[in-house]
């Protein structure tokens, strides 16, 4: 999938550089060619021979070696490629890159590109959860710089959290979805997924049994079809696709925040089973039985996001797509809702217990448009994601 593709490979001063030999080798095995830049510090951790070695190519290691030069100026290596890929990324780089510094061979081809970066940010928690760190994130993110991970998990220094590096297939699975060639590339489309939480206190929270597999499935085939997908998801039983930028929210409210956040888009598909109502009495305490009776709850109404941003009057994204998980009278509570939200589709499904629907491996949906209704034969919710990414290509390309 990635042959011909020319991807420029800056490996970072981190303990995870290791790793980039294995990422080498799997590049290559897709028919990829792999042009690999070593920082200083990162020759502490894996040698210029056996990166060069597995690249099948020239290490570039110095701005100022003067045989690079003759050979392929700094300027025209940052150009060569499809994609700048860091990985992995240190908190170094990270901050050379947000300043716009170009003080070596790996920061000044970072500034002078002009094609698409991807880091992979690698290292110990704290120096990953530092604010100057989150600071830098946002500013990368905000000048388009895509970002594979970071893991959570235990890390080489010892401690537990996020800052691991993401698996050399992880970052083949971004990689090949940055530079797949669909009718969606240049397309961003914004999906949610799974379940919300709502707390009751520290400890309890209203959930309900959306395992996030249907959302994840169809971030999956958008991202196969080149889009951009930013996928906003609840804590859900799947893991999220490789290949998305993954926002984690727990509650429909943190939903409503990163939906908007994420905007602009050119489609939006609301995917997620948000909870309707929290619990406006929720407890900053554990509730503790008590002799006085059983605690009451009080609800407050969730923010409606699909209405919201359906009736958005700016900045709405051409195609809205919602879904409407039904009991009872699933076509005709669908097609009202439709019209009450004013979004553009809806795609239906029947979840009563008899259908194995919700958390299950198939799903059976009904297309509402204004052209009427479609209904789809009961497939795998892998099928049914494919079939709706390619709706929502052709939609949003006529
Ligand atoms: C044993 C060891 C492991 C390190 N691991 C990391 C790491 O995983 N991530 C990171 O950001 N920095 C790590 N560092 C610090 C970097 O090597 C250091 O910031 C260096 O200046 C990075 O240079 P570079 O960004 O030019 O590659 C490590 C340092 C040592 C000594």
Known sequence: MLAGKHILLIIGGGIAAFKSLDLIRRLRERGAVVTPVLTRAAEE????????????????????????????????????????????????????MAGGL????????????DTPVMIVPAMNVRMWEHAATQRNLATLLGDGIAVVGPNKGDMACGEHGPGRMSE?????????????????????????????????????????????AQGTALARALAALGAEVVFV??????????????????TAQQMKEAVEAALPADAAVFAAAVADWRVSSASDRKLKKTKDGLPVLEFAENPDILHGVSQMKQGRPPLVVGFAAETNDVLENATAKR????CDWIV????????????????????ISDAGAEEWPRMGKDAVAQKLAARIASAINT
């Open 348 to 367: 239906a499904n029947d979840v009563s217990p008899a259908t194995g629907i919700m958390g299950g491996a198939e799903n059976a949906v009904t297309l």
């Open 168 to 212: 050399p297939m992880e970052i083949v699975a971004a990689i090949e979805a940055k530079l797949a060639d669909g009718p969606l590339k240049g397309r961003r489309i914004l999906v949610t997924s799974g379940p919300t939480h709502e707390p009751i206190d520290p400890v309890r929270y209203i959930a309900n049994r959306s395992s996030g």
């Open 102 to 113: 170009a003080n070596d061979l790996a920061s000044t081809l970072l500034l002078a590109t």
């Open 233 to 250: 998801t609840g804590p859900a039983d799947v893991p999220p696709p490789d290949g998305v930028e993954v926002i984690a929210v727990q």
């Open 339 to 342: 019209l009450r939200k004013g």
């Open 45 to 96: 951790f894996v040698t210029p021979l056996s990166v060069s070695a597995l690249a099948g190519s020239k290490v570039f290691r110095d701005l100022f070696d003067l045989g690079d030069e003759a050979e392929m100026g700094h300027i025209q290596l940052s150009r060569v490629a499809d994609l700048v890929v860091v990985a992995p990324a240190t908190a170094d780089l990270m901050a050379k």
